[in-house]
């Protein structure tokens, strides 16, 4: 119950049903508050309990200061969890353990159980192994049970022993899109009250919901599951960045252009730990469609949210997609009682402004390994020819032309070549070079969720097939919808057949490539790029493009709109200017050009306008969260506590509480730390985090070669997420990891200095030997540490490798929380300084004196450190609120939740 100190409780009747509501207008100064701090405003008069969250913080709220920097902090409770399962399933493992953990401490284990809906979407498991083939559907699902089998068993356990947690079974879409279309509320009905829709997520793309409204973002799996046990997301009230969208887009322009562009702009203004909101005319003017595609690149440019006011066209999805009469009634009366409601003209107080005239947008692509970094389409082949150096060997002879552009990449004068014959299964022979696009892939919840851009993928397909064209044979193609939606209106349409023809046949309902699995390149095609060093290129509609992530084999990825996407695995190259050159001949021999099959936007309009509606998303998410006779018949334990299997090597119980007592440890100083990695900017969680597919030679292949695991079925480390030990030797690994104290060598290695002359190790077994030796180490990194997606791995992998401390120069919001979730100190160097300026190799020993501060009940803002070498610094600390002080002191946030929760 709320204290109610502002006299805000409320009832709004809407129809026959009554609700309890918290009236916003009740404090002073809301009426000129943003969008997104209105909804936070709600959350604290709702959940006001007097200690934790008080009139004084409401207050503050009420009387927010636009342009302060951010200093109050305030206890925000989410309405509910949503999470994917490579994050989820060690949710539920962790979950497990702590039932135990409770009994062991004398609890009861039935207190830890999720206190608000939690709801898990399956959808990163399934590898597009199988492509290019009508049935490759069928056997890469097939596939996937076959890997995953244990895990599955283990969610289905879950969803059985755990109170308000739902899993959605594989092959149903992805979570992000199944969460706009289906899970998400916009307005919350709980106990008779109504409230906005809130949400964290355990994936940073959990803000494309904001599209809907709905205010929520990615958080690590361990902050997850501390909202799931009813703990507050403590943050500071943060800046509002007011997006001002004015315009239209122009004819033959995406939706991600649109969102290509703003990611270039927001990154450049700078927008980290802020909120984004969108507002103006051109609000109006965004679809649905649109508006969640840009919600869903919030990571790409940094924020913590990107969200839209609640409007007409916020009600015309929830009836297309069949949310009941109830709901959006209720979506719309409670929005403009609340004064959540869109008003065009309106120009609320924001911290700062961008603005953005949509008719300005251009065709655009990003590459070749950040999204951030947009390039025009008509400049792309001269983009690559400059990026592609930095990928070829510097004596590699340049400009050699040995094949027509009609049947091979084409070379150009100065652009590095190295043209290698390649013969496939059929006998067939073809050219490959630098710049081959091998793969192609419509994939990601970032634009399947998008019928406009899906539909136009289809179009250019269609208009290909009739001109005679098709993928060159070297791009392997994959489809891969976030909901089953998409093919029902690709099959009404009649497009499949073309999208087939093409080579876009369905893989799955899943991440697929976005994510890296975009499974094997074809045997062929991956021997000659490894023994040539090709520096070959996949083209994406994902959100990511960051290196070593999407394939092992390919050094160059692009974004691009899933119409591009098409027309890049017909042009087969990056080489190819396809705004200019001929995409190949017709059965006439003529040239084909991107503008002869590239669909007008009222062809696309008609076709969604008569293949989609609201039957469709009522047939698929009917019974979704039953599954197919395949879920349903696998065998599952019982019992509120899991008996683990000690053979598994998908599932183990983590070793985070072993030894815990009620009562915390006295923080300590760290003295003669050494460093595992000195890494430079941009590191980003796929550097740091298992991804991707296990190798033979790494310590985890190893690991699973010696528990009898055949080489085949390693599967991936995603999908292994649920075993620390597989996920430990798996941290720092990444094939595109630069550690700057093992020079000349690239993926997980450092050099060990408990060993004499120091040898250069893979950074597992170095650990392993340190923490022997009881030395602690630290992770001295540069700009922007731990940007990209939500993995909770990064944080808990470096803290099981005895990790005590991270020095950047700045960090991501998510893995600096996550950091300290799991007892590891961030610390940033001071204002201009970096491990360079400072004369670090990485070679000293490091000790930090100020830390036992924190036992005192505050936190130091800097903290002395020291090495052997004489360098001496104030490290900034980067624990920014009293909540993750306490989670610091405990050890780390699961066991601070853990103590709480047993002693209520």
């Not at 409780?9 to 916003?24: A, C, H, M, P």
């Not at 995953?148 to 947690?165: I, P, S």
């Not at 993926?747 to 950074?763: E, K, L, M, W, Y």
Request: with cysteine; aromatic share 8%; net charge negative.
């Amino acid at each position: 119950m709320s204290a109610n100190s502002f006299d805000a409780r409320s009832t709004l009747r809407v129809g026959d049903e009554s609700y309890e509501i918290f009236k916003l207008d009740k404090v002073e100064g809301s009426a000129r508050l943003p969008y997104s701090l209105k909804v936070l405003l709600e959350n604290l008069l709702r959940t006001e309990d007097g200690a934790n969250i008080t009139a004084d913080h409401i207050r503050a709220l009420g009387g927010w200061d636009s342009q302060a920097q951010p200093s109050q902090e305030i206890q925000f409770t989410p309405a509910r969890v949503i999470m994917q399962d490579f994050t989820g399933v060690p949710c539920v493992v962790d979950l497990a353990t702590m039932r135990e953990a409770v009994k062991e401490l004398g609890g009861d284990p039935a207190k830890i159980n999720p206190l608000a809906p939690a709801e898990l979407v399956i959808d990163h498991s399934v590898i597009a192994d199988k492509f290019g083939t009508n049935d490759a559907f069928a056997q890469n699902v097939e596939l996937e049970y076959g890997r995953n089998k244990e895990r599955y068993q283990f969610l289905r356990w879950g969803q059985t022993a755990f109170d308000e947690f739902k899993v959605v079974p594989p092959g149903t879409g992805i979570v992000h899109q199944v969460n706009i279309e289906h899970l998400a509320r916009t307005v919350m009905v709980r106990g008779g009250q109504a409230y906005p829709d809130t949400l964290v997520g355990t994936d940073s793309h959990t803000t494309m919901v904001n599209g809907l409204g709905v205010l929520g973002w990615g958080v690590g799996g361990i902050e997850a599951e501390a909202a799931m046990l009813g703990q507050p997301v403590s943050m500071l009230i943060p800046r509002v960045v007011g997006f001002k969208l004015t315009g239209e887009l122009p004819a033959g322009t995406t939706a991600t252009d649109l969102v290509l562009t703003i990611t270039e702009m927001l990154r450049k203004h700078g927008v980290v730990g802020k909120f984004v909101e969108f507002y103006g005319e051109g609000v109006a003017a965004t679809s649905l469609a649109n508006r969640a595609t840009i919600g869903n690149m919030s990571p790409e440019f940094g924020s913590t949210a990107a969200i839209f006011p609640i409007d007409d066209e916020t009600l015309k999805y929830l009836r297309l997609t069949g949310r009941d009469a109830q709901q959006v009634a209720l979506v719309e009366a409670y929005a403009k009682e609340q004064g959540l409601w869109l008003d065009p003209a309106a120009e609320p107080d924001f911290s700062e402004k961008l603005e953005l005239d949509l008719s300005t947008v251009v065709p655009s692509i990003a590459g070749p390994k950040r999204p951030q970094d947009r390039i025009v389409l008509a400049n792309a082949k001269a983009q690559f020819a400059q990026d592609v150096r930095n990928y070829v060997s510097d004596d590699e002879e340049a400009g050699k032309e040995s094949f027509p552009a009609s049947d091979s990449p084409a070379a150009s004068n100065g652009v590095p070549s190295n043209p290698v014959t390649v013969t496939a299964p059929d006998g067939t022979s073809y050219e490959l070079d630098h710049g081959a696009v091998t793969v192609a892939a419509i994939t990601s919840c970032t634009n399947t969720s998008n019928p406009y851009v899906m539909v136009a993928a289809a179009l250019v397909a269609k208009k290909a097939v009739e001109k005679g064209l098709t993928r060159k044979p070297w791009v392997k193609t994959t489809l891969a919808p976030g909901s089953k939606v998409v093919t029902d209106y690709f099959d009404k349409a009649g497009l499949t057949p073309y999208l087939d023809k093409v080579g876009f046949n369905l893989v799955g309902y899943g991440c697929t490539t976005c994510i890296g699995n975009s499974g094997p390149l074809p045997e062929e095609v991956s021997k000659a790029v490894n023994e040539h060093d090709l520096a070959v290129t996949s083209v994406l509609s994902g959100n990511r493009n960051f290196e070593g992530r999407i394939n092992p084999d390919v050094k160059m990825n692009y974004l691009a709109s899933p119409p591009l996407v098409v027309a890049y695995a017909i042009a087969g190259s990056m080489k190819v200017d396809i705004t200019k050159d001929a995409l190949g001949t017709d059965q006439d021999g003529k040239p084909v050009y991107l503008a002869d099959i590239w669909p007008t936007e009222a062809e696309v309009n008609d076709v969604v306008a008569n293949s989609i509606g609201e039957d469709m998303f009522n047939k698929s998410y009917q019974d979704v969260f039953a599954g197919d006779a395949q879920w349903q018949a696998l065998s599952i334990p019982t019992g509120n506590t899991f008996e683990w299997d000690s053979e598994s090597t998908y599932v183990r119980k983590p070793p985070y509480f072993e030894g815990m007592t009620m009562e915390t440890t006295p923080v300590e100083d760290i003295t003669g730390g050494r460093v595992l990695a000195k890494l430079g900017d941009s590191v980003t969680t796929d550097h740091i985090s298992p991804a991707g597919a296990i190798k033979a030679d790494t310590p985890a292949g190893k690991y699973l070669t010696e528990h009898g695991i055949d080489r085949r079925d390693f599967n991936s480390y995603g999908s292994r997420r649920g075993n620390h030990e597989v996920m430990i030797r798996g941290t720092f690994a990444n094939i595109r990891l630069r550690n700057q104290i093992a020079p000349g060598t690239e993926g997980g290695f450092t050099r060990d200095f408990t060993q004499a002359d120091a040898p250069v190790s893979f950074i597992y077994d170095a650990s392993q030997n340190y923490q022997a030796a009881g030395t602690p180490l630290v992770i001295l990194a540069g700009k922007e540490y731990g940007s990209g997606s939500s993995r909770d791995w990064a944080a808990k992998g470096t803290a099981l490798l005895g990790v005590k401390a991270v020095i950047a120069e700045s960090y991501e919001r998510i893995h600096r929380s996550n950091l300290i979730g799991m007892g590891v100190l961030p610390l940033q160097f001071p204002e201009g300084a970096t491990a360079q300026s400072l004369g670090l190799t990485g070679e000293e020993a490091f000790s930090f004196t100020g830390v036992t501060e924190l036992n005192n009940g505050t936190t130091p803002r800097t903290v002395k450190v020291t090495t052997d070498t004489g360098v001496e610094f104030d490290g900034v600390v980067r624990i920014d609120t009293p909540g993750e002080a306490d989670y610091y002191r405990n050890g780390g946030i699961l066991q601070y939740v853990l103590r709480s929760l047993i002693r209520k």
